[in-house]
């Protein structure tokens, strides 16, 4: 296929994605919910298939192809100059669609990972005679379309819902599944648009990282003359001084040294940190058009006084009298309006003064939206993502990707302070409004760090603990929070987080009467 039809096909697919609308009410049912995974994983396939094609025809690098044009041209080619630039601008265009529509591939790509991430913790694979279990990756999206064999015989798998803790389906029809990432950012309100941002810095804290390259500003004697030269390095020598001698000789001199890092995010990826902040902005965006009237009464002295405030604004904004005027005027006739329209309504005095009372909730209103609304996105992905944390093992997280595609398997001390931006206020709302089941917790980012140490000890010695109950205990030793809240948060019984309890406290301990024995021996008892 050529470029032309390449760039059709990939168009008209993910403009195929974009009419289709996913719902909740896929999540309903369980028909509904497989149409809904075999549709999204088929897409990926395709998507990853283009991508791959796209790859292969230098869409990547599209400006590679016309950085030969140049502005310096010689005598003799003067005359040809004006069609050379023509040229060249007609494939910077066409290198500018190229990369703008791999990009948009990239996008969809990373949505559709998250959004089959969130599916497959939601619901599973149950053979209902033997209580066998299959994760939905585990098999190919066609067999779950047709129906997947037991392995016992006796029949057809049947899907189930686990209603599992780490994962949160709902913000799936928030995500930019067709690459219209610009688009879904434009629909977002301003306190949703501060929030996005300020998640997309939280994802990307990147870790200090060791040095893999240097990038050097060296001088050369040649010739009887000093020479200036830049030059690449690996980490791999740590002494650049001999090995520069090495390359050009005694008569070398180092004048910079910059030290390129590897710096991991706690998101390796741009698209994902994008999809994720969209997610959950758009999510949080309906929560809080939900919840906002019963915020603001109980925020504000008069709320209806506002309400009447803003409906005076708008008809005032898009007043237009029968008279032909100029700009600068129709703004002054409509400042008159809407002042006389709020001094017949009692809010304000002839000039346009505002009450008091009124003054006052606006300015608690801009308050709730900038602080308090702000803050819910934020700590709907870092609740998600440190629960994720808490309830996975590190093998699994090193492995599966889940709902948080590209996520780092462990955090180092800087990162984990991450978790520490989550607000107690949002975290009220809400448990209050909405049905949240969040606890705040002080010292958040420690008890991940703790989470890791142990399962650092745990390597090599063959322990299989259940996950979610090692998560709730880890949180209840740790955060401080209640035995019964921890089980209720990870959906697990309180028996099993008191055995999990037991387990990590008896790590590191002899389990047995020859391991006992070994260890006064060791210690010279």
Not at 25 to 49: A, M, P
Not at 352 to 364: I, T, Y
Request: proline share 3%; aromatic share 8%.
């Amino acid at each position: 296929m050529n470029e032309s039809g390449l760039i059709a096909r990939s168009e008209r697919f993910l403009e195929s994605i974009r009419d289709r609308k996913v719902s909740l009410d896929d999540l309903k049912s369980r028909e509904g919910f497989i149409g809904l995974y075999t549709y999204l994983r088929g897409n990926l396939e395709e998507l990853q298939d283009l991508k791959e094609a796209m790859e292969l025809r230098g869409f990547k690098y599209p400006f590679r192809s016309i950085s030969g044009y140049s502005s310096q041209y010689s005598s003799e080619i003067a005359e040809d100059v004006h069609d050379i630039k023509r040229h060249a601008q007609y494939f910077r265009m066409k290198a500018s669609a190229k990369k703008n529509l791999l990009d948009r591939v990239n996008s969809a790509i990373s949505s559709h990972r998250i959004a089959l991430g969130n599916l497959e913790e939601y619901a599973l694979l149950r053979c209902p005679d033997c209580s066998r279990s299959l994760r939905l990756y585990e098999v190919e999206y066609r067999d779950v379309m047709d129906g997947v064999m037991c392995p016992c015989g006796s029949g057809m798998m049947e899907v189930e819902f686990s209603g599992s803790t780490i994962c949160r389906p709902e913000i799936i029809p928030h995500l930019p599944l067709s690459g219209d990432y610009m688009v879904k950012m434009s629909e977002l309100s301003l306190w949703a648009r501060k929030a996005f941002k300020k998640i997309m810095r939280l994802l990307k804290n990147e870790k200090k990282g060791a040095v893999r390259s240097a990038t050097l500003v060296i001088k050369v004697l040649e010739d009887g003359r000093w020479i200036r030269r830049r030059i690449t390095i690996d980490s791999d020598d740590d002494d650049y001084e001999r090995m520069l001698r090495q390359r050009y000789g005694p008569n070398v001199r180092i004048e910079l040294i910059q030290f390129h890092r590897k710096k991991s995010s706690i998101i390796n990826d741009r698209y994902t940190r994008t999809a994720l902040a969209l997610g959950y902005a758009g999510l949080s965006h309906d929560i809080i058009m939900d919840i906002r009237d019963r915020v603001y009464t109980e925020k504000l002295r008069d709320y209806d006084a506002v309400k009447r405030y803003r409906r005076i604004q708008f008809e005032a904004r898009t007043y237009s009298p029968d008279l032909r005027l100029s700009e600068d005027e129709l703004r002054d006739v409509r400042i008159q309006r809407m002042h006389t329209l709020l001094h017949e309504a009692g809010l304000g005095d002839a000039s346009g003064r505002l009450n008091r009372e009124l003054r006052e909730d606006l300015e608690v209103m801009e308050e709730v939206k900038r602080e308090l609304f702000g803050d819910v996105p934020v700590n709907l992905v870092l609740w998600d993502v440190a629960l994720y944390y808490l309830g996975t093992s590190l093998d699994r997280r090193s492995k599966h990707s889940g709902p948080f595609p590209n996520l780092r398997p462990v955090l180092d001390r800087s990162q984990v302070r991450t978790f520490d931006e989550i607000s107690r206020e949002a975290v009220e709302l809400l448990n209050t409004c909405w049905d949240g089941g969040m606890v705040y917790i002080d010292n958040l980012g420690d008890v991940l760090l703790k989470k890791f140490e142990i399962e650092e000890k745990m390597k090599g010695l063959h322990m299989k603990p259940n996950p979610l109950a090692f998560g709730a205990a880890v949180l209840h030793m740790e955060g401080g929070v209640d035995i019964e809240t921890c089980a209720e948060i990870f959906q697990v019984r309180v028996e099993e987080v008191l055995e999990e309890k037991r387990n990590i406290e008896n790590l590191g301990k002899p389990s047995t009467d020859r391991a006992k024995m070994f260890l006064n021996l060791i210690k010279g008892d």
